[in-house]
């Protein structure tokens, strides 16, 4: 399941990782120096980060370090390819600042995913994208948005790299990005918003194509 979400909401209610609570935006979070972002990183490895108000009159930090570091070792003993660390658990003048990193996507997905919980992630090629079976029978648009293309231009890119989320999130790639896809925000500098509804749920299937 999303055991790095649900432990941080037993315990940061108002918090819950992009998709529950308040809707805020990017630019609000920036601003307030608070929030998630999912890095993907040249080696293929995943870090994801959060960085969140935390007052210790309400919360217990010990407690929250001791629960996600159990889950993260219990996790652990049933996977071969790569273990699941917490590289940061860090609170500074009332943030909190706590960073994962998995493996691979799907190692991420496996931690992430369960019946009731969906953050399938993909990352690789787009020719590796079509062989598992992901449908590109969709629009994409440039990063400046004057371009749209389709799926004979995309299949065309296929030694691009493609980022294709199920859940909405904040995503820094190792590269310069080049397409996205409906409901899919390019932030420059690698980074781009998978935009949520209002309630915080999922707006369908995000891709986003670097390079």
Sequence with gaps: MDKFRWIIGILLISVMLWGCGESVTVKEKETAGTGAE??????????????ENFEKEYYDETNLRDMLLAEVAEFNESVKEGSVTVDKFENTDGKLTVSVKYPSADIYSAYNTDPYNNKKLFCGTVAQAQDAGYSFDISMTDAKGEKTIGKEDILGMGNSMVLISESPMLVKVSGKILYVGDNVEALGKGKAN???????????RYYVIYK
Excluded: Q
Aim: net charge negative; glycine share 12%; no cysteine.
């Design 38 to 51: 999912l890095e993907v990183l040249k080696d293929g490895s995943i870090i994801e980060t959060m960085t």
């Design 194 to 204: 998978l935009k949520a509804d209002e309630n915080g749920e999922t707006l369908g």
